[in-house]
């Protein structure tokens, strides 16, 4: 299976790597958030027992059963979790907004009153994998920016539990309100709440169609972190790269999806024709080449393009979920990116090491939405609230302007209700 070559500069195929769901999928999804609504863990288990084969007795996991399957995680496997948490909160520690007020003139105080969600929902992928990670990613800016109930939900695996890493990860960083649902009624669960789950104020967390499209349903009634859509990777490399390093960078995502988008831009065409015999060399021998290899034939690229400059161009068009930086001088391309979830400079730096370990978030904006989206962070489980603090001084200086631009607008209460307090001029009404 070898991957795509363009060598004309045309990107027809960004147009198409949005997933539309078929109408039959988006009023199935509708059909099990009314039934959530309606009948509650009734339906949490009927949809359980339907769709995982999985009849359960109880949907909260009790915190005797979480310790016994963090236990069971290798031990080598939970001091990487245990350092993976440190680093993602040191990072997100830095993330953390402040409120502020200031004085200006005529004593007039502003500011911004910054206040954390009250609750949040995890969603956690799971049945067929295991995902300490997500449960890393997902609560830990939740955590750091204050929120006082952080709520864990991921589907039963076939044994009937959900799997012992995302447990373990759970108990890392001191989650203890799980919940064994998945797919569309997990959300809704999440959204409106059931006899057992009380409902959250946002949901976040990646997972199939089902869940991309109930976190669209429900949006409004709950806000949400975004509709990801399938990985992406691009990587922007010259010939001073390891075309064997960049094959494996390229497959560690399309092993993610049959729809996963990995990319190569570069403008040697020696160096893109080594990459391209090392994908098909390496995929032979990946377990998931089942998913991968589609991945690489019907959605992998290699771009050829003239230098590095026009490199990047390419880059902010497809501004893709990861980026690659495989270059001999990566801060001197760096400047030319605009559009890119994540960005790793140099050639040690493999996107698994986002994933994982590195510290900042791996829910990032996908389908090119990084051109106007940013990576998930405390920011996203925060409010801020204006503040303004006029005083007679400031009201009576300013109000007859305020009150003139009410009036144009065609508001005359608004003008009536700033004239009330001025002094000296006509009241109205």
Known sequence: MKLEWIENGNLVFLKQRKVEAKEAVQQSVKAIIEKVKA?????????????????????RVSEKEAA??????????????????????SFHEKQKPESWTETVENGVVLGQKVTPLDSVGVYVPGGTACYPSSVLMGAIPALVAGVGRVVLISPPQKNGLIADGVLAAAQEIGITEIYQAG??????????????IR??????????IYVMLAKKQVFGDVAIDSLAGPSEIAVLADDSAHPSWIAADLLSQAEHDKMSMPVLITPSRPFA????REVERQLATLPRRDIAGPSIETVGKIVLVKDLKEAAEIVNKIAPEHLEIAAADPEAILPLIRHAGAIFLGIYSSEPVGDYFAGPNHIIPTNGSAR????????SFI??????????????ENGAA?????RYEGLEGHARAVEKRLKGVPIHG
């Open 199 to 208: 409902p959250v104020d946002k949901i976040v967390g990646p997972g199939n």
């Open 273 to 276: 024709e080594e990459v391209d």
């Open 402 to 406: 305020i009150s003139a631009f009410a």
């Open 383 to 396: 409010k801020r609230s204006s503040l303004i603090r006029y005083t007679d001084q400031a009201i009576q």
């Open 372 to 379: 106007y989206a940013s990576p998930l962070g405390v920011e």
């Open 39 to 59: 009948e509650g863990d009734q339906a949490i288990k009927a949809f359980t027992k339907k769709f995982d084969g999985i009849e359960l007795a109880e949907l």
């Open 68 to 89: 016994a399957a963090a236990a069971r995680v290798p031990e080598e496997v939970r001091r990487a979790i245990s350092q993976s948490a440190a680093n993602i909160r």
């Open 183 to 196: 797919g569309a009624q997990a959300i809704a669960a999440l959204a409106y709440g059931t006899e057992t």
